[in-house]
């Protein structure tokens, strides 16, 4: 069975670090692009951050370039995302898909989602 299965959310104080995982079972992640999204309380589901199958591109959502890093051990079939220096706009529930198309062409849609891990950034 396929799945994707988030884990390293918790409660930080604003300026703090966190580094998510994605673990992926029953398929083998290095053929796939993979995304991180996030969705706050009363908001829409948003992009984060997106790498390709190889690891070589990568694709940040404005409000996190040069915080954020997604990196992937294909050898691990887990994909991460370094939180630093995190900020109360930041807590969501962050989510990891397999994308049908290349990062950081999210139009193709996704096929396969994690259920996600909570992040809440407060003092």
């Known amino acids: 069975q396929l799945q994707l299965v988030e884990s390293g959310g918790g409660l930080v104080q604003p300026g703090e670090t966190l580094r998510l995982s994605c673990a992926a079972s029953?398929?083998?992640?290095?053929?796939?692009?993979i995304a991180w999204f996030r969705q706050a309380p009363g908001k829409e589901r948003e992009g984060v951050s997106c790498?390709?199958?190889?690891?070589?591109?990568?694709n940040y959502r404005d409000s996190v370039k040069g915080r954020f890093t997604i990196s992937r051990d294909n050898a691990k079939n887990t994909v991460y995302l370094q939180m630093n220096s995190l900020k109360p706009e930041d807590t969501a529930v962050y989510y990891c898909?397999?994308?049908?198309?290349?990062?950081?062409?999210?139009?193709?849609?996704?096929?396969?989602w994690g259920k996600g891990t909570l992040v809440t950034v407060s003092s």
């Open positions: 898909a397999r994308m049908r198309g290349p990062c950081p062409l999210y139009y193709y849609g996704m096929d396969y």
């Open positions: 029953g398929f083998t992640l290095g053929n796939s692009a």
């Open positions: 790498i390709s199958s190889t690891g070589g591109s990568t």
